[in-house]
């Protein structure tokens, strides 16, 4: 979430294992390419797994800024997996 300026605050993607937005993109930078990396790394998607489409669509923008105008769909695409599993 952007406030004012430059403050930026984390997002909880995994509540089970309280993971952040944060702590995924920077595994991303540090190598991890799949829910499976960021499970095995962080914890997240481990749990009840309601975060890993999540954890997916924030990889996949990661990986391809360019994508970022798309990243709104595929979160929501996400969530509506989420709530229909």
Same mark, same amino acid.
């Given at each position: 979430?952007? !406030?004012?300026?430059? !403050? ?6 995994? !509540? ?9 993109v920077e ?8 829910v ?7 914890g ?10 999540y ?16 990243f709104?769909?595929? !979160? ?10």
């Open positions: 979430m952007k !406030l004012s300026g430059s !403050l930026y605050l984390p997002m909880y993607v995994c !509540l089970c294992h309280a993971v952040t937005d944060t702590a995924i595994a991303v930078h540090d190598g991890a390419r799949s499976d990396d960021i499970a095995h790394t962080l997240a998607g481990t749990g009840c797994g309601t975060c890993q489409p954890t997916a669509a924030l990889i996949e923008q990661t990986l391809d800024p360019a994508q970022t105008a798309d709104q769909q595929t !979160l929501t695409r996400a969530a509506q997996i989420s709530y229909a599993a």
